[in-house]
């Protein structure tokens, strides 16, 4: 090849009068012209100021050098004059973008490009080159002059760019859900493997598609609002978005949208997450709800009338026996007094029973409305106490109530709230020890009240604890002394949810139990 000549011998190599030209003895009389001014040697100085230069001849020797090229390649002039320019090229004479350049020069062809060279360490950096040729009055191309740029941080930028753009395509690819990149006119610039799936578009076709084609059309100027919302940063998601397939079949959808950079331009990246197994389950949770509210409600109904059934003739057993055990004229004898004793406890049993499940059935029903207004604590504790105090004499149980500020008022539905204190008050008595106590007391913060009913009594087992809110559960009191529905309490905290509150307990085995229920402070 031409690059590959010999240097030309010191005889035959141009001089550097022949560059400068020779100036005559008239001509170094006349004022100094344009043409001095700018000599080439000046014009050389001038330039490598921003840019390195040399000059070569035809074949590529190094004829004349800046101190730019002597510090980019580590090499002295005087080590690089006479020295073919290959000399600091990287990759050899092989690599393509060389053989470019070498064989502009061979035909005498200015040349521009980037080139990879290396310096006298052996370390590599990149320039921006422009190879203009010099021709003679003989037509044939004597110098050529390279001006260079030093672009190696550059492409070192490029470089960490193109990899953070591989990688972002490699996670792109990976991901489990469908990924479009969309330019700002809404053409698809790039998809990956999911994508294809749920559109049903293979890449090279989704390609040339706008992203309206890929929504039906009562869909489209939703979409278009979104990509104006998404541009200017007000939106980053859509709910319940509906994708046309390729096929015609509607995909539901939920989009998350961002505006990046990807090579070299700004897209919109969607994410689109195929939520047809989610609308299915929430279609069939639906079903199945409507038809648990169904069979509820037909439960309610069914329980509401059997209860009512059994109130008339359950009235009738409590007026006769009460009417038998009141009857003054003709006495009972002792034996008949304890036998209709047992009827009238076992109807009060079952009265209370009923009751119980009527009003749970009412609230699960939702036709139980409670109604919210300000309650003054310590006034309705001295109603509960007075409620509560000939239950307590009777079992030898002591009422205490803790000071309560006068001034303390909470939200609540005052009949409700007095019906599930007055339960927590009388479980607290019945489970008490003889000559226990039984306490109420109340922790008011800002926005909270808690009212707390305190035993002494014996305690709930701690594997036991998690089965207290479940109906008729008795914990294991069911063949006890003490009569009760396993409903009280299941009532208390559906009452306590209904005026935005929670009803909870604290217990040891042994020791007694702390049932509160918390409540929102009235605002003064």
Same mark, same amino acid.
């Given at each position: 090849?031409?690059?590959?000549?010999?240097?030309?011998?010191?005889?035959?190599?141009?001089?550097?009068?022949?560059?400068?030209?020779?100036?005559?003895?008239?001509?170094?009389?006349?004022?100094?012209?344009?043409?001095?001014?700018?000599?080439?040697?000046?014009?050389?100085?001038?330039?490598?100021?921003?840019?390195?230069?040399?000059?070569? +001849?035809?074949? &590529?020797? /190094?004829?004349?050098?800046?101190? @730019?090229?002597?510090?980019?390649? $580590? =090499?002295?002039? !005087? *080590? %690089?004059?006479?020295?073919?320019?290959?000399?600091?090229?990287?990759?050899?004479?092989?690599?393509?973008?060389?053989?470019?350049?070498?064989?502009?020069?061979?035909?005498?062809?200015?040349?521009?490009?980037?080139?990879?060279?290396?310096?006298?360490?052996?370390?590599?950096?990149?320039?921006?080159?422009?190879?203009?040729?010099?021709?003679?009055?003989?037509?044939?191309?004597?110098?050529?002059?390279?001006?260079?740029?030093?672009?190696?941080?550059?492409?070192?930028?490029?470089?960490?760019?193109?990899?953070?753009?591989?990688?972002?395509?490699?996670?792109?690819?990976?991901?489990?859900?469908?990924?479009?990149?969309? +330019?700002?006119? &809404?053409? /698809?610039?790039?998809?990956?493997? @999911?994508?294809?799936?749920?559109? $049903? =578009?293979?890449? !090279? *076709? %989704?390609?040339?598609?706008?992203?309206?084609?890929?929504?039906?059309?009562?869909?489209?100027?939703?979409?278009?609002?979104?990509?104006?919302?998404?541009?200017?940063?007000?939106?980053?998601?859509?709910?319940?978005?509906?994708?046309?397939?390729?096929d015609d079949r509607l995909v539901p959808v939920d989009l998350s949208c961002a505006v990046i950079e990807s090579g070299g331009q700004r897209?919109?990246?969607?994410?689109?997450?195929?939520?047809?197994?989610?609308?299915?389950?929430?279609?069939?949770?639906?079903?199945?709800?409507?038809?648990?509210?169904?069979?509820?409600?037909?439960?309610?109904?069914?329980?509401?009338?059997?209860?009512?059934?059994?109130?008339?003739? /359950?009235?009738?057993?409590?007026?006769?026996?009460?009417?038998?055990?009141?009857?003054?004229?003709?006495? %009972?004898?002792?034996?008949?007094?304890?036998?209709?004793?047992?009827?009238?406890?076992?109807?009060?049993?079952?009265?209370?029973?009923?009751?119980?499940?009527?009003?749970?059935s009412s609230i699960e029903s939702g036709g139980l409305r409670v109604e919210l207004a300000p309650v003054p604590v310590a006034e309705l504790?001295?109603?509960?106490?007075?409620?509560?105090?000939?239950?307590?004499?009777?079992?030898?149980?002591?009422?205490?109530?803790?000071?309560?500020?006068?001034?303390?008022?909470?939200?609540?539905?005052?009949?409700?709230?007095?019906?599930?204190?007055?339960?927590?008050?009388?479980?607290?008595?019945?489970?008490?020890?003889?000559?226990?106590?039984?306490?109420?007391?109340?922790?008011?913060?800002?926005?909270?009240?808690?009212?707390?009913?305190?035993?002494?009594?014996?305690?709930?087992?701690?594997?036991?604890?998690?089965?207290?809110?479940?109906?008729?559960?008795?914990?294991?009191?069911?063949?006890?002394?003490?009569?009760?529905?396993?409903?009280?309490?299941?009532?208390?905290?559906?009452?306590?949810?209904?005026?935005?509150?929670?009803?909870?307990?604290?217990?040891?085995?042994?020791?007694?139990?702390?049932?509160?229920?918390?409540?929102?402070?009235?605002?003064?």
């Amino acid at each position: 090849m031409a690059h590959a000549t010999q240097p030309l011998p010191e005889n035959d190599r141009p001089s550097s009068s022949s560059i400068r030209g020779v100036r005559s003895a008239a001509a170094e009389k006349r004022p100094p012209t344009l043409s001095t001014v700018l000599a080439p040697e000046r014009l050389l100085e001038a330039v490598s100021q921003h840019i390195a230069v040399c000059v070569t +001849d035809s074949q &590529g020797i /190094l004829l004349q050098v800046d101190e @730019r090229i002597s510090q980019l390649s $580590g =090499y002295r002039v !005087d *080590e %690089l004059l006479g020295k073919s320019y290959g000399l600091l090229l990287s990759g050899g004479e092989m690599e393509q973008s060389n053989r470019a350049f070498w064989q502009s020069l061979a035909a005498g062809r200015s040349w521009k490009g980037e080139l990879k060279l290396k310096n006298r360490q052996g370390e590599e950096f990149w320039i921006e080159l422009t190879a203009t040729p010099i021709v003679g009055d003989s037509g044939g191309v004597m110098f050529y002059v390279f001006s260079q740029t030093d672009i190696t941080s550059f492409k070192q930028v490029e470089a960490a760019l193109q990899n953070s753009e591989d990688r972002h395509r490699a996670l792109m690819e990976q991901a489990n859900e469908a990924i479009l990149l969309v +330019d700002m006119d &809404g053409w /698809l610039v790039a998809a990956n493997r @999911r994508a294809e799936e749920v559109t $049903g =578009y293979p890449r !090279d *076709e %989704l390609l040339n598609l706008h992203m309206q084609q890929l929504v039906p059309e009562n869909f489209r100027h939703r979409l278009l609002d979104l990509h104006q919302e998404v541009l200017e940063k007000r939106r980053d998601a859509f709910r319940g978005g509906m994708l046309l397939r390729k096929d015609d079949r509607l995909v539901p959808v939920d989009l998350s949208c961002a505006v990046i950079e990807s090579g070299g331009q700004r897209v919109i990246q969607s994410i689109l997450h195929d939520i047809t197994e989610r609308k299915k389950l929430e279609a069939e949770l639906i079903r199945a709800r409507v038809v648990a509210e169904r069979a509820n409600r037909a439960k309610s109904v069914f329980i509401s009338r059997i209860s009512h059934e059994l109130r008339t003739p /359950l009235n009738a057993i409590l007026g006769f026996a009460q009417l038998l055990e009141s009857d003054e004229e003709i006495p %009972l004898a002792d034996r008949h007094r304890e036998e209709v004793s047992q009827i009238l406890n076992a109807g009060w049993h079952l009265l209370e029973l009923i009751d119980d499940i009527l009003s749970l059935s009412s609230i699960e029903s939702g036709g139980l409305r409670v109604e919210l207004a300000p309650v003054p604590v310590a006034e309705l504790l001295r109603e509960c106490r007075d409620l509560l105090d000939p239950l307590a004499r009777e079992r030898n149980v002591t009422l205490a109530l803790m000071p309560v500020s006068e001034n303390l008022v909470l939200v609540a539905d005052r009949v409700r709230l007095k019906e599930v204190l007055l339960n927590l008050g009388t479980n607290a008595i019945k489970y008490n020890k003889i000559n226990g106590c039984v306490s109420f007391s109340v922790v008011a913060e800002t926005e909270r009240v808690r009212i707390n009913v305190s035993d002494t009594g014996i305690g709930i087992r701690p594997e036991k604890m998690q089965h207290l809110f479940e109906p008729f559960e008795r914990l294991g009191q069911e063949d006890g002394n003490i009569h009760g529905s396993g409903l009280g309490l299941v009532i208390a905290r559906r009452l306590a949810e209904l005026m935005d509150g929670n009803l909870g307990v604290w217990s040891e085995f042994g020791v007694g139990s702390t049932f509160w229920i918390d409540l929102p402070r009235a605002r003064e």
